[in-house]
């Protein structure tokens, strides 16, 4: 025991050194964190697209011949069962991924890098490009968060140094799937860490860089929804357009998220229904995804695809609505069978079709113009995305970063910060802090361990004195940074908005004491 609390004491003296020295070798790790997570996150893309494209020809073949379409059962049977071994040894490897990575950044849970990594590269290709609804980009935080906490072993590093680089592959992973480096930055801030930290910024915006170079070394200069140029505005007296479609778009991502956290309900029901156990759900998604497949190629995937097509052909809005009710229905089947693959893509897919469906009414009405349409379909996946995942700054800078366009700023806040408020006025919670409520046990096992963490004062807590805290027993503020000058800490020392505070607790009392503080 007494060896166990010198190791302890060790490790966060090496913590707090590594929160207080030069942003160089953070910035280095960074770097490491991206080529690493870049690469891994660029091939798994690579392969996806190139799948993808296969199955969509073999749809398309089998409307000559059905045993193409038997080709593509045995395909999915082999999906099916390889993910039922797989799941059994490692559950991680499920679904979006990014609840994962928010547990292990709060403490609650330690995943097996290695395995989660190569399961998941391997799974998530086959699963995702085989036609499923299912988004690359959740997968692709994982495996960037994983590569960063790789990274981390190899180097031999603390657990706040290891937090940082994970948090820094997260956000490389985001940057290597859409080209886009600031919002994964930002995503990683708004929806998983949840504060600036010096030494986190740094390395993350670094991997995030460095990671955006290396998927535009791969997939050229490009953006990956690139939209038409010079997109005219509407005038200034039309702006409640937009109020109007940030409070539609703001109901539509409530309804979205209620149905996505229950559509666990609809498989355990057809489970039972057809005595499939959980490990096989996959086989329902399958079946009813053939269909769709054979009737309509062009709706299948996560959605790209689909979002560049209602620029150039000119959908009417029924046909926008029924797309838009096909993808909701479908991607919600396709993620709940469990499979590896994320929703984030799909939302933006669905986003589109909703704007999109309001710029075909507004063109009847005459409201705008034909050259003004693309706009609609922009604005449809930052309101309905920012909504969703309750990010609004990330949804915003992400379908900037996607479409290589910066001129739509101010429309794309007034529409996001409406859908934003409509969503919390409702009380949708973030969709993926909520699924990780849904996927943690009621209680969390406590193995002790410490750590160092580092957390600014805000407004919450600004102007108090640390003995005005309520913290929990065994959590003790170490140091708080005033005016760059580092002071110790007693129960009087008053804390002011700016200051940072260095904070000793276990690792399951990270996401607790953030909620406190934060």
């Known amino acids: 025991m007494a060896k166990e609390s010198i190791s302890q004491e060790d490790d966060i003296k090496r913590e707090f050194n590594f929160t207080t020295h030069s942003i160089i070798s953070q910035v280095l790790r960074g770097v490491l964190v991206g080529i690493f997570a870049g690469l891994v996150v660029g091939i798994f893309r690579f392969l996806i697209e190139k799948i993808f494209h296969l199955v969509q020809d073999v749809y398309h ?25 797989w799941v059994k040894s490692e559950k991680n490897i499920k679904g979006s991924g990014i609840p994962q990575v928010e547990a292990e950044l709060k403490g609650l849970m330690s995943l097996s890098w ?17 036609g ?35 948090a820094s592959g997260a956000a490389a992973g985001l940057a290597a799937a859409f080209n886009a480096p600031i ?45 038409p140029d010079n997109i005219p505005v509407i005038r200034l007296e039309q702006y409640w ?30 489970g039972r229904l057809f005595r499939i156990s959980e490990a096989y759900y996959p086989i329902l998604a399958f079946a009813l995804i053939l269909p769709i497949g054979y009737f309509l190629p062009h709706l299948l995937g996560g959605g790209n695809q689909l979002i560049l097509s209602l620029t150039a052909d000119h959908y009417t809005m029924g046909t926008l609505l029924l797309f838009f009710a096909l993808r909701f229905v479908w991607s919600m089947l396709s993620y709940g069978s469990g499979l590896p693959g994320g929703i984030f893509l799909p939302i933006l897919a669905l986003g589109s079709l909703l704007g999109g469906a ?23 996946m930052s309101g309905y995305f920012g909504a969703i995942s309750k990010a609004p700054l990330t949804a915003m800078i992400l379908v900037t970063e996607m479409v290589g366009d910066i001129r739509n700023l101010m429309p794309l806040g007034l529409v996001t910060l ?85 904070l000793v607790l276990k690792k399951t009392e990270i996401g607790k004491i953030k909620e406190e503080l934060l």
């Not at 073949?61 to 071994?85: D, E, M, T």
């Open 61 to 85: 073949r089998s409307q000559q011949s059905l045993l193409w379409l038997l080709a593509l059962v045995f395909f999915y049977a082999f999906i099916v069962f390889l993910n039922a071994g």
């Open 114 to 130: 290695w395995s989660v990594l190569w399961k998941k590269f391997v799974l998530g290709i086959l699963a995702i490009s085989s």
């Open 132 to 166: 499923l609804m299912l988004g690359r980009e959740g997968p692709s935080i994982q495996l960037g968060a994983m590569s960063g906490k790789g990274v981390s072993k190899f180097l031999n590093l603390s657990a706040a140094e290891e937090r940082a680089l994970i």
């Open 183 to 227: 919002a994964g930055l930002l995503f990683v801030v708004e929806e998983v860490y949840r504060h600036f930290s010096r030494f986190f910024w740094v390395s993350t915006l670094a991997a995030s860089l460095v990671a955006n170079f290396v998927s535009l070394s791969m997939f050229g200069l490009t953006p990956v929804l690139d939209m």
């Open 241 to 270: 357009i937009y109020l109007v479609m940030g409070l539609l778009l703001g109901l539509s991502g409530f309804i979205y998220e209620k149905v996505i956290l229950n559509i666990q309900l609809l498989y355990q029901f057809l």
């Open 358 to 380: 309001m710029g075909a009414v507004c063109l009847q009405l005459g409201l705008i113009s034909q050259e003004q349409f693309p706009i609609f379909i922009i604005l449809g």
């Open 418 to 502: 409406t859908a934003y408020i409509i969503m919390d006025l409702l009380k949708g919670a973030p969709v993926y802090e909520a699924m990780l409520e849904k996927m943690l046990p009621d209680s969390i096992e406590d193995q002790g361990d410490t750590t160092l963490i580092e957390i600014p004062v805000s407004e919450k807590i600004a102007g108090r004195q640390v003995h005005e805290l309520n913290l929990p027993d065994g959590v003790l503020i170490t140091m708080n940074v005033h005016k760059g000058k580092t002071q110790t800490v007693n129960g009087s020392t008053r804390l002011y908005l700016g200051d940072t505070i260095y």
